[in-house]
């Protein structure tokens, strides 16, 4: 595997500067980042508080769900750059942020799906900020993930693009260690929130991780109570991957 690759060559070139030799650590890495500086009055005309708690959440829910280290941003350090960057070693990935099914700038699909990078404190953001799908499949490299969570409007329609760039493919019925997860239509951040809420504590309730992606994601959404921007904008999680992975870093 690539990603085991470059980190076996990474640890050998550093424990040859030190003229010694240990056993290579195995880490399950994952990154959280969470665009809060789109997410200001400036921006939206009222001021969202949802963005830092969305971020915190997801990283001690995934450091309950084995992964470590859990890098990534909230704010200005979530870029384009930090982002591809990073991407490649990473087994869990979270990202919230405004996205969308962008039309593709060439080439095929027609379809190159998106998220929008912070664009800076005092900034908002504009179609320069956009993070492609495509782009991340070129920096991913056929590297496998684990769990993958869009926390962002569109990313969980049936035409995004988004999945593939992480190598999920889009069926509900894996065999692999893979689950991907996301929101069909424009979504609240205050309902993306208690849905992960709900998910992840269901998710990480059992000490021995004997519960499901699907069990976490049925239980989260028979919860209810989720707001919903109106009629043709209906509150809908979606899924793909592996119905019966525990979601662990494993």
Known sequence: MKRAGALLVSFVAAAAALGTMAAPVSARTADAWSNSDAFTSKCLGFTDNYPSIMYSQAKAQMAGLAYSPITGALGSGFTRTAFLNEVFYDYGVYVHSHGDNYWASSGAPNVDSGFLQDPGSGKCNTSSDIVRSSAIRTATSGTPYNLVVMSTCYMGASKSTMPGAFQIEKVKN?????????????????????????????????????RTVYQAFAYALGRGGYEAPDTSDPFQPNWWGNPNYNGTAG
């Not at 991907?180 to 021995?208: C, I, K, P, Q, W």
């Open 174 to 210: 894996s065999t692999q260690r893979e689950f991907y997860l996301g929101y069909t239509y424009s979504t609240y951040d205050s309902s993306a929130y208690l849905f992960e809420a709900n998910f992840f504590s269901y998710l990480n309730g059992a000490a021995d991780h004997s």
